[in-house]
């Protein structure tokens, strides 16, 4: 299943090539492994802005879960800490998600 209707918080449209949006969405009923496919085609359904492409996702609010984006397979990817003080694992596949509201700053051009 694919993350919750995203909505556009804030909208800053630096001068230059760059933009910066905050936006929110809930997780995956079911999180795939590798990630959430498509990512940016919602970014940009969301914002309504046309082509862009996406450089980076930054996690502000998260419930405990980290976000990145994979530029190159088009991904969201969900990592979270295993235990105190290992690396950050990606989310098992089939967890659900859908409780955790994401909210993240979308950078792009």
Do not use: W
């Amino acid at each position: 299943m694919a993350i919750g209707a995203i909505t556009v918080s804030k909208r800053v449209a630096a001068p230059g090539p760059l933009r910066a949006d905050v936006i929110t969405f809930t997780g995956d009923t079911s999180y795939p492994t590798g990630g959430t496919a498509n990512f940016q085609a919602l970014v940009r359904d969301a914002l309504d802005v046309g082509a862009i492409d996406i450089l980076a996702v930054v996690p502000i609010e998260c419930g405990g879960y980290v976000p990145q984006y994979d530029e190159v397979t088009d991904k969201l990817k969900v990592y979270v800490s295993a235990a105190a003080a290992s690396a950050l694992g990606q989310v098992a596949n089939a967890t659900s998600l859908a409780a955790t509201t994401f909210k993240v700053l979308v950078i792009s051009n």
